[in-house]
């Protein structure tokens, strides 16, 4: 399912077509979504979420909580290989932020804020997801 030629040598203009003007302003513009208005905030769902853009495996449902914060929460990733953490110093803020190992696209960031057995909150966007529930 991942399509691991997806790098670099996807075009700006490629990825505006393979991607909606929210995606893409969250997975290649490091934008966000609005809170409380992504499909995925609550954790109702089965399944695994991938990445909207390559299809990388990166969440279980099992590990969605509710955490209030208006964007879906996340315990940890299912496999940490594939994601990728970098320090964002954007808004004035120090945070963590988690990308998307295959294609880079922007995910959301990851806080020490989160219930056991982890202690984290990956606080990820809608946007850059798609759930997968055959799995």
Not at 31 to 48: A, I, S, W
Not at 70 to 84: E, L
Not at 106 to 131: A, E
């Amino acid at each position: 399912m991942v399509d691991r030629t997806i790098s670099a040598a996807v075009s700006e203009d490629e990825w505006r077509k393979r991607l909606t003007p929210q995606q893409y302003h969250v997975l290649r513009e490091k934008g966000t979504d609005r809170p409380f208005e992504g499909e995925f905030t609550h954790p109702v769902f089965e399944g695994v979420f991938r990445c909207a853009a390559c299809g990388t495996t990166l969440f279980s449902t099992e590990t969605q909580f509710d955490s209030g914060c208006g964007w879906p929460s996340f315990t940890a990733p299912v496999d940490g290989d594939n994601v990728a953490l970098n320090q964002d110093l954007s808004h004035n803020m120090v945070r963590i932020e988690v990308t998307c190992r295959n294609c880079g696209g922007h995910l959301g960031h990851v806080f020490d804020d989160g219930p056991n057995p982890t202690g984290q909150r990956w606080c990820i966007n809608s946007s850059s997801l798609d759930l997968d529930s055959s799995e």
